[in-house]
């Protein structure tokens, strides 16, 4: 994976086997949920540990995991809440939805 996905000031790697970009911080761990679909990629779910709210975590995740769909010619399909709503903020993210399955 290329450097130009490290748009975020977190550390972020993307654990293939349980599907998800993660951050580990102080022994903890945030992360994003993925599946494959056909040819796009879902972001499932996103959690931060409580102790770890506030720094920007589960936006840094969200920045990352478009920044992979996109090097990667992935379609973004969103069925977590949390992107949804990073979506609503930040509309430019909408190109990389699949217009399969939004209009």
């Known amino acids: 994976m290329s450097n ?5 000031p977190f550390s972020i ?4 086997e349980n599907m998800r970009f993660e951050i580990h911080v102080e022994d903890e761990v945030a992360y ?7 040819k796009d990629i ?8 409580e102790k770890l709210g506030g720094r ?3 936006s840094s995740l969200a920045i990352y995991a478009f920044a992979y769909a996109k090097e990667h010619n992935l379609p973004v399909m969103v069925y977590c809440p949390y992107v949804a709503g990073f979506i609503k903020k930040y ?3 909408k190109v990389q ?3 399969q399955y939004y209009h």
Request: charged share 20%; glycine share 4%.
């Open 4 to 8: 130009n996905l490290q748009q975020t």
């Open 13 to 16: 790697l993307n654990n293939k």
């Open 32 to 38: 994003l949920e993925y599946r494959m679909y056909k």
């Open 42 to 49: 879902a972001f499932m779910h996103t959690f931060v540990p």
């Open 56 to 58: 920007g975590l589960a």
């Open 91 to 93: 509309p430019e993210y």
């Open 97 to 99: 939805l699949d217009p």
